[in-house]
């Protein structure tokens, strides 16, 4: 491989610690890579909102790929640079399909900057919650200026049968996807991935996969795992995100992503 260009890596159970820490040996990693001329890319399920509170971690990034590829968003300038939606009619019919198939699903719409729930969605984001509610779910998707991702929650359900269960419907236009969030399905525009958001904010700067560094822990990590020259699943991973990548690294309960960039950077 050659000399990394970008490392880009997910947040939540990857580089984070326990409720979003960036530890100071991450801190410093990340700030010696950057000063070494490598762009640092945040690729997550979260929204931009959550950098008004991690204001260290976005200050460390060159950039942040948010709701799993369908938000570009410029840290240092506070704003979106891309988006990708869901169209609302779409939505609607992949909720139709799931309900009918997984009753105790309630369902919310994430915009990027609020969640609007219909009434019984009971996921609370442990970052930058920000949720409003309407009686149902055609009402929240109306009251909604945009979808970028369709969240369906089941209080105390596990998400791994969730995901094995919407793999199995008949779902027209929409991804399907979760990143370890308890009992939480996401489900976004069809073709819209994290690997295919970095790699289209890569190829706009020259850099092909074989220069890109990726770390990950969960199933949404997959296809960013697969397209990166060299990956690495946290100790921690999930067996799909650990069967994609190349390489594996210590748990973000031992700062493992700053290990493999001090490494990398030797």
């Known amino acids: 491989m050659t000399a990394p260009r970008v490392i880009a890596t997910d947040l939540d159970g990857t580089l984070l610690g326990p409720r979003g820490a ?7 990693a990340l700030r010696a890579a ?4 490598v762009a640092l890319v945040a690729v997550t399920a979260r929204p931009p909102r959550v950098f008004q509170e991690w204001t260290a971690l976005a200050a ?13 968003y410029d840290p240092a300038g506070q ?11 779409t939505a609607a019919m992949a909720a139709k399909a799931l309900r009918t198939a997984l009753p105790s699903l309630r369902f919310a719409v994430e915009t990027g900057f609020e969640v609007v729930a219909e009434t019984g969605y009971a996921k609370v984001d442990s970052v930058g919650d920000r949720r409003t509610f309407r009686d149902s779910l055609t009402e929240a998707l109306a009251a909604a200026p ?10 105390g359900g596990e998400a791994d049968l969730l995901l094995a269960a919407a793999r199995g419907l008949d779902l027209a236009g929409v991804d399907l996807s979760h990143s370890g969030g308890a009992g939480l399905l996401e489900i976004g525009p069809a073709g819209v991935t ?6 289209a904010w890569c190829a706009g700067r020259g850099i092909g996969p074989e220069a890109v560094v990726a770390f990950g822990d969960a199933p949404n990590d997959v296809p960013m795992l697969a397209w990166a020259g060299r990956s690495f699943a946290v100790a921690n991973a999930h067996p799909e995100a650990a069967a994609a990548a190349t390489d594996r690294c210590g748990s973000n309960l031992d700062d493992g992503v700053a290990a493999a960039v001090e490494a990398l950077l030797r």
């Open 79 to 89: 704003a979106v640079t891309a988006s990708r939606t869901l169209p609302a009619e």
């Open 22 to 28: 960036l530890t100071d040996r991450t801190r410093t």
């Open 34 to 37: 950057r000063a070494q001329g």
């Open 146 to 155: 945009q979808v970028v991702k369709l969240l369906a929650h089941v209080d």
């Open 194 to 199: 994290k690997a295919g958001t970095l790699a």
């Open 60 to 72: 460390a990034l060159d950039t942040a790929i948010c709701a799993n590829g369908a938000m570009v």
